[in-house]
């Protein structure tokens, strides 16, 4: 059985499966009202699914509970690791440096 592609997607979830079980919907039911196919739901629920916001905002939709509440407390530490990962931060600093402004 494939793992989660991160704990992230893990996390999600799992959340999003608590909360289909707190309302006794199976993962058929909750995928049809989401508009899914319910292979890509279960994959969504076992971590292997990466959803894009609008399948996000239509499962908490579904679900009815604030999308926010499957994402809240799920950081950058979360993710895989970039081979090189940059803060905002970090690229504005670099490019003042190289324009001679820092």
Request: neutral net charge; without cysteine; hydrophobic residues 40%.
């Amino acid at each position: 059985m494939p793992q989660p592609s991160s704990e992230a997607a893990r996390l999600f979830g799992e959340r999003v499966r608590d909360e289909r079980l707190r309302l006794g919907l199976s993962q058929d039911e909750v995928a049809h009202l989401a508009g899914m196919n319910v292979s890509n739901y279960g994959k969504i629920e076992r971590g292997i699914g990466n959803p894009v916001l609008h399948t996000i905002v239509r499962l908490g939709t579904v679900l009815g509970v604030d999308p926010a509440v499957f994402v809240t407390g799920i950081g950058a530490d979360a993710l895989p690791p970039l081979l090189e990962a940059f803060s905002a931060a970090d690229f504005v600093d670099e490019r003042r440096r190289r324009l001679g402004r820092g």
